[in-house]
């Protein structure tokens, strides 16, 4: 019997396997032979179950092995390893309309790929080096443990949007994750021979990387474009976050709270208002306690006065916080420096626009 059963067996497996062409597929043909196959064995079974002697328990075992060795789901999962694989594995695949139903580990692997193609080590970087001095002898009690991030290194054979563009992608990983890891400020470098000299060249300057930064505005806001710009209710944004725009320059005495501590070039600082909420710096307010200072912002404001380099404290909190970024040489509060504006500096240096025009 068992002799009988082997040779429909033989048969079978050399029509499916050998004699039919490799390209029907391969797993309908092991699926139908693992079926014949059984469907062999429990008749085998049937047959010898009337006697009881070495044919039918042979069935037995040979009905039992069939349930075991010829599974389907181990064959399943050898199918990758198939050494004779579909010549078109992509026939059967439907196109994908929606970006949103590509696996998440695919989304994954490029954005990874792309980043690391367009970012650089933005937290050791020569720019970021070279605003140390800075960082290290300014009065402010939080800015030696401030954690920064700095732009590409500064290439003299482009022009300032060039630089700027280049330092794009690392300014909006830097505001989407800084909140976060409490990332506290975003640096930019200009060069000090072309720029750091005079105010109002580093003015200009300064108005040529913001307005590169907010141009490539991922939100769309584009601040620079407000005609408000030297108003009340204006202030620096990206990505819709609010920043504050300190600037450094080697054009700023020894006395002036821009002072840039013997650096060479002129810095822009971009420090997002999230980091002086991080820092306790407390609310703005036109009293300071100089004999007993308690807030972190009292405690500021006498450090630079104990050190020379007192700054001019408004008697209101609402105002154009455009007149902040770029202050004239005396910082009095009478004068400041028109930035915004695309124009040729003043004849008669720093003297500046009056307070009073606006």
């Not at 036109?286 to 308690?294: A, C, E, K, S, V």
Request: proline share 6%.
């Amino acid at each position: 019997c068992c002799r009988l059963l082997s040779i429909p067996v033989f048969l079978l497996y050399k029509i499916l396997f050998a004699w039919i062409p490799w390209q029907l597929n391969l797993k309908w043909r092991w699926s139908f032979f693992v079926d014949c196959c059984r469907l062999l064995s429990i008749l085998a079974l049937l047959l010898c179950s009337i006697f009881s002697n070495w044919y039918s328990f042979s069935a037995l075992i040979c009905t039992l092995a069939s349930l075991y060795l010829l599974d389907r789901s181990k064959y399943d999962k050898k199918r990758d390893a198939d050494p004779f694989p579909d010549p078109q594995p992509y026939k059967q695949l439907k196109r994908i309309r929606d970006e949103e139903k590509i696996p998440a580990a695919v989304k994954e692997t490029f954005v990874n790929q792309i980043v690391d193609f367009t970012l650089y080590d933005a937290e050791n970087c020569q720019t970021k080096r070279n605003f140390e001095p800075i960082q290290m002898n300014t009065h402010c009690t939080f800015a030696k443990k401030a954690v920064l991030w700095g732009a590409r290194d500064y290439d003299t054979s482009l022009s300032i949007e060039q630089n700027v563009e280049r330092s794009i992608p690392a300014l909006i990983k830097f505001l989407a994750i800084g909140e976060h890891l409490h990332l506290d400020g975003f640096v930019f470098e200009l060069p000090g021979e072309e720029f750091g000299q005079d105010v109002h060249k580093f003015g200009q300057g300064v108005r040529r990387i913001l307005k590169c930064i907010s141009d490539h505005d991922p939100a769309g806001y584009h601040c620079m474009n407000k005609s408000y710009l030297n108003k009340i209710g204006w202030t620096f944004e990206f990505s819709e976050i609010p920043i504050f725009v300190t600037t450094f320059a080697p054009c700023y005495p020894s006395n002036h709270s821009r002072f840039a501590f013997g650096t060479k070039n002129a810095f822009v600082l971009l420090q997002p208002m999230y980091s002086f909420v991080i820092h306790d710096i407390g609310k703005d307010t036109p009293l300071t306690n100089w004999d007993n200072p308690t807030t972190i912002r009292d405690k500021i404001r006498v450090a630079y006065k104990e050190n020379g380099r007192l700054y001019h404290i408004r008697q209101v909190v609402v105002y154009p916080t455009a007149h902040d970024i770029v202050k004239p040489l005396k910082d009095s509060g009478l004068t400041l420096v028109e930035w915004w504006k695309s124009e040729e500096p003043p004849k008669d240096g720093d003297k500046g626009t009056s307070v009073e025009n606006y």
